[in-house]
């Protein structure tokens, strides 16, 4: 379909009767633009948190299913009431759940996967004139039929998954701030918008603690070439475009500094160097689908020696990690050491390919103020370190700043530095 647009609204952007009818009035807009649109809106400010609360009262370990059925009327509500407000303003609107959008998923409750979308009903809907509501982060699964959600954040990816299946011409993410910036702008006063972020780079942004998009939707985007465009809900001006690599307007080193509170790091001592010591910890974790980030072993360095493997988890997942791995104690390691507050910083570039030197000069930057580095990891476009949750705040100003990231232009040009040595 021509001069279609998916436009996603994100819950601080619905939170209150009077940002409801702003979002419907900028649906409205684009209506009278001549477009034909579909919205996908979250659930209203603390809406989702407010129902586990609710679920956690009545019971310690929730029905997976019930949880979906609970979760997913959030998203509901601010469909309903939104439609309502567009009608008011002389449009035709329709709500319709993440099932009755065809939004089919696999059966996993509480973290479910998109495996098709049906747009049937959202093709007829929108072919008799009506703006198309789609209720985010949920979906039905394929063979239960059971209602399903899709993990926290997830009606970015509804909002991806509806414009690959319409062919939108862009898929606008309504949001808070105003885009994706070169670093948390409440960290960073003077950090940059990004014109244009690359979905690679976004990819490691997302995953290294950038708010702005859930990883999924960005993964899902890339895969099926749909243009993502975050902006401000609160104002006119255009946010980020996340485009294909080639395509950026900028081509610098560094792109961001993003950075995380929530890590948690346990280490193994006394894992024995032989096959499948790693794999028999590792899956006892996968059994409690716990999300492992960095993992770190070496080689014990004398023969018949014992290695040491650390890994991170999101904090929340600690005790459950701990859980699961005491029973391997004294078989699969000697001795287990939990640190509950940690933190990660990244830098990530897709310019650091091709440039020796950035890892040097991260370290360089972290060491003349101190901050000790308790693990590090690379891809070919990001570096993350681990370190004391409470240096994460200055950490990112300190290599923000060492990049020379702020300001209007400066991304563009790149400054030769002096590194000690190269990674
Ligand atoms: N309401 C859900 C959440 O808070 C989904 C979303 O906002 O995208 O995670
Ligand atoms: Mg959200």
Do not use: W
Not at 48 to 57: C, H, P, Q, V
């Amino acid at each position: 379909m021509s001069g279609l647009i998916v436009m996603k609204f994100g819950g601080t952007s619905v939170a209150d009767a009077e940002r409801i009818k702003r979002a419907a009035r900028r649906i409205v807009d684009k209506r009278e633009l001549g477009n034909r649109v579909v919205a996908v809106l979250s659930a209203r400010g603390k809406t989702t948190d407010e129902l586990i609360a609710m679920a956690e009262e009545v019971s310690d370990a929730p029905d997976p299913r019930e949880m979906d059925m609970l979760l997913s009327t959030g998203e509901r509500i601010s469909c309903a009431l939104c439609a309502m407000a567009i009608n008011d303003l002389g449009h035709r609107a329709i709500s319709l759940t993440g099932s009755q959008a065809g939004i089919v998923t696999d059966e996993s409750h509480t973290k479910a996967r998109i495996i098709d979308v049906r747009a049937d009903r959202i093709k007829a809907a929108l072919e008799e004139n009506n703006v198309v509501l789609v209720a985010g982060f949920q979906g039905v699964s394929g063979t239960a039929r059971n209602v399903t959600t899709l993990g926290r954040g997830g009606s970015d990816t509804t909002a991806v998954a509806v414009a690959a299946a319409l062919g939108a011409e862009v898929c606008e993410i309504y949001t808070d701030v105003s885009g994706v910036y070169t670093a948390d702008p409440r960290i960073v006063p003077d950090a940059r918008k990004l014109a244009t972020v690359s979905f690679e780079e976004m990819l490691e942004m997302a995953a290294s603690g950038a708010g702005v998009l859930q990883l999924r939707s960005v993964e899902y985007a890339r895969n099926h070439g749909v243009r993502i465009h975050c902006r401000s809900s609160f104002e006119e001006a255009p946010g980020t475009v996340v485009v294909a690599e080639g395509e950026t307007m900028e081509q610098p080193l560094i792109t961001a500094v993003t950075h995380s509170t929530s890590e948690a790091r346990v280490t193994l001592i006394g894992v024995p160097d032989e096959p499948g010591a790693a794999a028999r910890i590792f899956a006892a974790l996968a059994d409690v689908s716990i999300n492992v980030d960095m993992i770190v072993q070496n080689e014990p360095s004398s023969a018949g020696g014992k290695a040491e493997i650390s890994f991170t988890v999101p904090r929340e997942d600690l005790r459950a990690a701990r859980a699961a791995l005491e029973p391997l104690t004294g078989d699969a390691f000697v001795e287990l050491h939990t640190y509950e507050q940690m933190g990660k910083v990244s830098i990530i570039g897709a310019g650091m390919r091709s440039h020796p030197g950035v890892a040097a000069k991260v370290f360089d930057v972290l060491a003349q103020e101190g901050v000790n580095i308790d693990m590090i990891s690379t891809s070919p476009i990001k570096i993350s370190c681990v370190i004391d949750r409470d240096r994460v705040a200055q950490a990112v100003q300190l290599l923000h700043s060492a990049f020379e990231l702020s300001g209007p232009g400066t991304v563009a040009e790149e400054k030769p530095f002096k590194a000690r040595q190269t990674l």
